[in-house]
């Protein structure tokens, strides 16, 4: 929806009926991801792609119909349909559509969500798509961090369900469909409830452009970071090395970390992993990185002798208490991990488990609810 959201907000500030389709999810090799939209607009124009042109006409034609009739629809395309071939859809890919009618009364929240991302504030948007009761679909809740929700998916239980899922997907930046038993069951089916997640991928920042670096950067690019590896030294810092990361910069740290915070590009979700090792590179780095308050996670890598040197250095650059307690060095949880790839995995469980505030523990030797 972002995409298009400009032309819909002004249809809808103006009054009109917008007929919208979104793709909901994606199978094979579908051309468009989950969350692109297409709509149809009052003078029957069309705005946006669900699917690069494969099946718009049909989705334009559908959403015509929802536009007047008011009772949204969910439509698969695709290879194993009968009508694949017949709507053009060549890619061998399958595609969920969900399609509604858009107003200021069937989506009221809309201004307020545009108000949101012009303001970059993270919002997620949860939509009942598909339930064996139809009077479900079309239900809507607005999703913030630390702020109750604005409307209701049916139930206490579908709230509560949804809202711990939505968050995990909104601090990622993922849209995406969930599945659910009728009432919100975690371990039932019947009911898919589909989230746009209007935030931007959270920034894991790799200070140090060594072999630990291209497994941490590939790790943090699956769990949805924009990954970027910085190094001073261009011999090192180089993208053929580092595939997984989103962007190689070649920069003393912590100048880049400086500039990066100045241009508002550094937020709570920031992770920061010190790999260098090197007292002349994360020493001010760690400066600079322990005085953000608004960063999320700062780990360094480095033998035991190498942490205590690096703290004593720190203190001498007048670091308090409190900013010291914010490192995690060491870097990473406790997994007896010897290669690379198995340290990331650490450093990325340490990530996890502060983002949420995981003890680290074996969930087989705890009790409760498994999501605090």
């Not at 509604?100 to 108000?115: H, Q, Y």
């Not at 009911?191 to 920034?203: E, I």
């Not at 001010?284 to 035991?304: F, H, I, K, N, T």
């Not at 900013?323 to 949880?333: A, F, H």
Request: glycine share 12%; charged share 25%.
């Amino acid at each position: 929806m972002r995409e298009v959201l400009p032309q819909l907000l002004k249809w809808w500030e103006a009054g009109e009926t917008v007929g919208m389709g979104t793709v909901v999810a994606t199978f094979r090799s579908a051309p468009r991801p989950p969350g692109a939209s297409m709509l149809v607009g009052p003078d029957a124009s069309a705005v946006g792609s669900v699917s690069g042109g494969c099946v718009e006409g049909a989705v334009y034609d559908l959403a015509q119909e929802v536009a007047t009739s008011g009772t949204p629809a969910l439509q698969r395309y695709g290879v194993s349909d009968d009508d694949a071939f017949a709507v053009g859809l060549t890619c061998g890919g399958i595609l969920d559509v969900y399609v509604e009618k858009v107003s200021r009364e069937t989506f009221p929240e809309l201004g307020e969500i545009a108000a949101d991302l012009d303001a970059g504030h993270p919002v997620a948007v949860a939509t009942v798509v598909d339930h064996p009761d139809p009077s479900y679909v079309g239900r809507r809740v607005v999703l913030r961090p630390d702020v109750p929700a604005t409307g209701s998916l049916g139930s206490p239980r579908i709230d509560d369900a949804v809202r711990d899922d939505a968050m995990g997907l909104l601090a990622t930046g993922h849209n995406g469909t969930l599945t659910y038993g009728p009432d919100g069951e975690r371990r039932g089916e019947g009911m898919r409830v589909f989230v746009w997640a209007f935030a931007p991928a959270p920034r894991m920042l790799v200070f140090g452009a060594i072999d630990f670096a291209a497994a941490v950067a590939r790790v943090g690019n699956f769990l949805g970071y924009h990954v970027t590896v910085c190094d001073a030294r261009p011999v090192f810092a180089t993208t053929s090395r580092f595939p997984g990361a989103d962007e190689v910069v070649v920069e003393w740290p912590h100048r880049y970390l400086e500039a990066e915070h100045e241009a508002g590009r550094v937020d709570a979700r920031t992770v920061i992993t010190v790999l260098t090792h090197d007292p002349k590179f994360d020493v001010p780095l760690l400066e600079v990185a322990l005085r953000l308050p608004e960063v999320g996670y700062v780990g360094a890598m480095g033998s035991r002798r190498t942490h205590d040197d690096r703290m004593e250095r720190l203190r001498e650059a007048g670091l308090t208490a409190d900013e010291l307690g914010r490192l995690r060095s060491p870097i990473g949880l406790d997994l007896g991990a010897r290669t690379p790839e198995e340290t990331a995995i650490s450093i990325a469980a340490e990530i996890v488990a502060g983002r949420w505030g995981g003890s680290g523990e074996p969930l087989g030797t705890r009790s409760g609810r498994i999501h605090a």
